[in-house]
């Protein structure tokens, strides 16, 4: 962003003023009157309060590759029960990795709503690093999620997996998932997009914050009405944590770009027992919400048992991070 001064204007006064409001403002002294340049790592100022400063004459800003990104407000109200994301209240998902049936649904929809956890997650399709390992119970796991989250008066989010499931997957969600590994898949986002309900992008695991964003724009341009940014650990080059989950990242979207971003910690780190004191450090940083993997016999989970918290560890962490 440039500043441009008018003719007589005091350049340390206007320069005093940038800085006032948060701007790394750079002078930069030319032939003609001094202008000032705002590092990216700055405060993000409407260009209409800078352009209300005694001095300033005009306020150049490169376009930006996801306007309607950068439009969305930082508090978002989702599901058919209404939960505000982004409020004042840290805001749960949890349930299992995968549906496994529709008595198990059941089972743990009500333990969490019992528990304050307004959104039950749970997927349908599981492509697994390994294609012999359990794949999911596909479409008919749908409608188990959504009857138990009916029961039980909770939102879905699910994941959409490929273009073909987005009317069925659209039709049980609140929240429609994009995963980690399909975030740079230009043909699914739109794809989710268009099905009109708000969208929870997952990081790509080794995906920058820009291309994280541009992501997010795909989803709203295709009429997608909100994305809630969800960090799940980047690739790094120590595996002791499994992934490296980017707390930085989260602080840049929830309080530079205010945006809303949640966290799921236990993809991040692939271990329950790691998964409360990263929940904290989540909220510390500025997540308005958890995401979180939770099974009542995670021993006997048909995926992501080592990850998984049983509803008593869920029952905790909550009490704490409420508290
Ligand atoms: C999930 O949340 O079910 C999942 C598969 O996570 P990710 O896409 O982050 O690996
Ligand atoms: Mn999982």
């Known amino acids: 962003m440039l500043v441009t001064l008018t003719r007589g204007a005091d350049p ?16 930069l002294d030319g032939a003609d009157a001094p202008i000032f340049w705002i590092q990216p790592g700055s405060q993000r100022v409407a260009r209409g309060e800078l352009l209300e400063i005694p001095g300033v004459a005009a306020v150049a800003e490169a376009a930006s590759s996801h306007p309607r990104v950068d439009a969305q407000p930082a508090v978002v109200t989702v599901g058919r029960v209404p939960v505000e994301l982004g409020g004042a209240r840290p805001v749960v998902m949890a349930g299992p990795c995968s549906i496994e049936s529709a008595e198990h649904a059941h089972e743990i929809a009500g333990r969490l709503a019992a528990l304050g956890v307004t959104f039950l997650r749970g997927g349908a399709f599981k492509p697994r690093t390994s294609p ?28 959409l997996l490929a273009v073909e499931d987005a009317e069925a997957v659209g039709a049980a969600a609140d929240l429609v998932q994009i995963g980690s590994r399909s975030m740079h898949m230009a043909p699914l986002l739109a794809a989710a997009g268009r ?13 920058t914050v820009e291309e994280w964003l541009g992501a997010a724009e795909y989803c709203l341009l295709a009429g997608a009405p909100a994305v809630v940014f969800c960090e799940r ?48 450090a989540a909220l510390a940083a500025g997540a308005a919400g958890l995401l979180i993997e939770v099974h009542d016999a995670p021993e006997r989970a048909l995926s992501d048992g080592p990850q998984a918290l049983s509803t008593r560890e869920l029952g905790a962490l909550l009490e704490e991070v409420r508290s």
């Open 12 to 27: 340390a006064a206007v320069g005093r003023a940038l800085t006032a409001r948060g701007l790394w403002a750079q002078r």
């Open 132 to 159: 012999y390992a359990f794949q999911g119970h596909g479409a008919r796991a749908l409608g188990w999620l959504r009857e138990a989250a009916d029961t039980a008066g909770m939102n879905v989010v699910t994941e």
């Open 195 to 207: 099905i009109g309900k708000p969208i929870l992008l997952k990081r790509g695991m080794s995906a």
């Open 233 to 280: 650990g980047v690739r790094s080059f120590d595996p002791a944590t499994r992934n490296l989950l980017d707390l930085g990242a989260v602080a840049l979207l929830a309080h530079a770009h205010r945006l809303p971003v949640v966290v799921d910690p236990s993809h991040a780190v692939g271990r329950r027992d790691l998964v409360r004191p990263l929940a904290r």
